[in-house]
């Protein structure tokens, strides 16, 4: 599978909120650094963030782009409620290897009603 079409996969299982099946998505020792947070390293480490993540808020990704240029894919997404962001995603052997995320985390916050860190 290409890299864009894994990510169409990935934001299947986001919406269904299945942390076990996104995790198969990553190389074993991936990285997934959602830039308002602390990088977060390995499959397991990743699994357990996105299970913590669809605990705490419901959360949906609609896709605006897809984007490919070889091993990198790049996602512009929305939600229902109006915050948007970009990720991207670097491929080796069809799995992903470091992730990047952009969205603007005081508004996520907000939105859902979560603690806001002092």
Do not use: T
């Amino acid at each position: 599978m290409e890299p864009k079409q894994v990510v169409q996969k990935w934001v299947e299982c986001f919406n269904r909120g299945d942390a076990e099946a996104i995790a198969e998505f990553y190389s074993e020792d991936a990285i997934n650094h959602q830039v308002a947070n602390e990088p977060v390293v390995g499959k397991r480490a990743i699994k357990q963030m996105f299970a913590d993540e669809f605990s705490a808020a419901e959360m949906v990704c609609i896709v605006e782009n897809i984007f490919q240029d070889g091993q990198w894919a790049i996602l512009e997404w929305k939600d229902p409620i109006g915050l948007r962001g970009c990720g991207f995603f670097q491929f080796e052997n069809g799995l992903i290897v470091l992730q990047r995320g952009y969205w603007d985390k005081l508004s996520f916050l907000k939105a859902h009603n979560l603690p806001i860190p002092e």
